[in-house]
């Protein structure tokens, strides 16, 4: 519900780790772009968005290769950004850090399934900060943070 709130289609919308958040977002908002480290399940995702035409996945092999595409981008960019990527063969943590500087001033960034690595995230006094977790797995549900400078 909280995210339905922030989506609209003047979004344009940054993800590492493709899947059901990729439609959704694909169906409410402009743009989105979207790095995932399984070919097989990025061609599904493709599959699923190619009606929307606005949607661009990108199968790379792990964290090397996310962050190198993630430094190209440009800075200040992206209304929304997620960190949603398996964390077997991504480090969340490096990445997070890559996308801050990629996400507009008032954007979002969504950090599914966190643990104890967003503990060690620097939210100093930059965020505004809205946690939503199951009440059976504390620590591991969804952080919705504001970029406030």
């Not at 909280?2 to 990729?22: D, H, I, W």
């Not at 001033?105 to 620097?122: H, P, S």
């Amino acid at each position: 519900m909280a995210l339905e709130l922030l989506v609209n289609k003047e979004l344009t919308v940054f993800e590492c780790g493709a899947g059901g958040s990729t439609v959704f977002f694909a169906e409410r908002c402009k743009s989105v772009v979207t790095l995932e480290s399984d070919s097989a399940w990025a061609q599904i995702v493709k599959d699923r968005v190619a009606p929307f035409n606005n949607a661009a996945i990108y199968a790379l092999k792990g964290t090397p290769e996310f962050l190198e595409f993630i430094t190209a981008l440009p800075d200040a960019n992206y209304d929304l950004v997620s960190v949603d990527s398996n964390p077997l063969v991504t480090n969340r943590l490096i990445l997070t850090n890559a996308v801050v500087p990629k996400l507009k001033i008032n954007g979002w960034m969504i950090v599914d399934n966190y643990n104890e690595w967003v503990r060690t995230f620097n939210y100093a006094g930059r965020w505004k900060i809205y946690t939503f977790d199951d009440f059976n797995w504390a620590g591991q549900g969804t952080r919705l943070c504001q970029k406030l400078a």
